[in-house]
């Protein structure tokens, strides 16, 4: 066994993403049932709502017929899965198989490429709203990534989460936090900070998250308080380094129209 069956069943769909079906991803992770591979699939979903990721968007249900040995058809259900949720899903499958070890091996590995490779293409960007879209994207994919691992450090309830979200702000934006900042801003209660950020914002914003993951799980940091104060501390240097550059404190940039209509703008192109 080796890391090119995961390889040898990517798929690429009308737009040039590539996919992986459920149905492919169970016979190579070695399970005989669907049903047993129903049930990680559906933890790997849960991970990903906790992550604030839309669960669609990466665990897109399918129907589909095949033909049984009389002849006739039978409607089964299958799930394209994105490169998130195949790592999602060999994350909480069966650790005693070998093949889910090499799994978890291939998918972080293509994650991580397919990072540097977004990195690249930010340097391509020329106008703006490129760049806000591709930030915002990154914001979403590297909060997952800090969820799991607050998770771990103790971070375990939706409000232990919020939180611990909060202690960041707070360490950001100079004590203030995501109440306070959408007051500063003006912005409504049902409108998300992130979504009205731009690109200098998420930049700051992208950074915090992504030191704070690594340093969670580079110190193995344990219990909420501690990842509560880490996120803060994190926040806070970077802040420091924002006004030994001369840069704007993030609660003074303006705010921006949501990133739902730049989104809406930009698909067809995007597509």
């Known amino acids: 066994m ?3 069956i995961f390889e040898n069943i990517k798929q690429v769909n009308e737009f040039g993403n590539y996919f992986w079906s459920a149905r492919d991803l169970q016979k190579a992770l070695d399970y005989a049932e669907w ?10 979903q849960k991970s990903c709502f906790n992550s604030n990721q839309d669960v669609v968007d990466h ?17 089964i259900e ?40 977004e990195q690249n ?6 106008s703006e709203e490129e760049k806000r879209l591709f930030l915002r994207n990154e914001m979403r994919t590297h909060n997952k ?37 959408q007051a500063k801003k003006e912005l ?14 998420l930049a700051a914003n992208l950074f915090r998250a992504t030191q704070t993951e690594e340093k969670l799980r580079r110190e193995k940091i344990k219990g909420k308080d501690k990842a509560n104060k880490t996120h803060f501390a994190v926040g806070k240097k ?17 705010p921006t129209d949501s990133i739902k209509k730049v989104e809406n703008k930009n698909k067809p192109r995007l597509k």
């Not at 069966?94 to 590995?109: C, H, M, N, R, W």
């Not at 293409?121 to 020329?126: A, I, R, S």
């Open 238 to 254: 970077i802040r420091q380094t924002i006004k030994e550059l001369g840069g704007t404190m993030p609660e003074n940039l303006p």
């Open 59 to 75: 665990f897109v249900h399918l129907a589909k017929k095949v033909e049984l040995g009389s002849g006739a058809k039978r409607e």
């Open 188 to 201: 409504k209660k049902s409108q998300r900070i992130l979504d009205h950020m731009g690109t200098t914002e």
């Open 2 to 4: 080796n890391q090119l």
């Open 35 to 44: 049903r047993k591979f129903e049930n990680v699939i559906k933890k790997a």
């Open 121 to 126: 293409k930010y340097l391509k960007f020329k």
């Open 78 to 117: 299958d799930y394209a899965l994105s490169r998130y949720a195949c790592y999602l899903i060999v994350q909480n499958a069966d650790p005693s198989k070998e093949i889910v070890a090499l799994g978890q091996t291939y998918f972080a590995v293509q994650t991580r490429k397919q990072e540097i490779l």
């Open 145 to 181: 990534k800090l969820a799991e691992s607050a998770k771990k450090a103790g971070v375990v309830s939706p409000r232990e989460y919020s939180i611990f979200q909060n202690h960041g702000y707070k360490g950001l934006y100079g004590g203030l936090g995501s109440k306070e900042i």
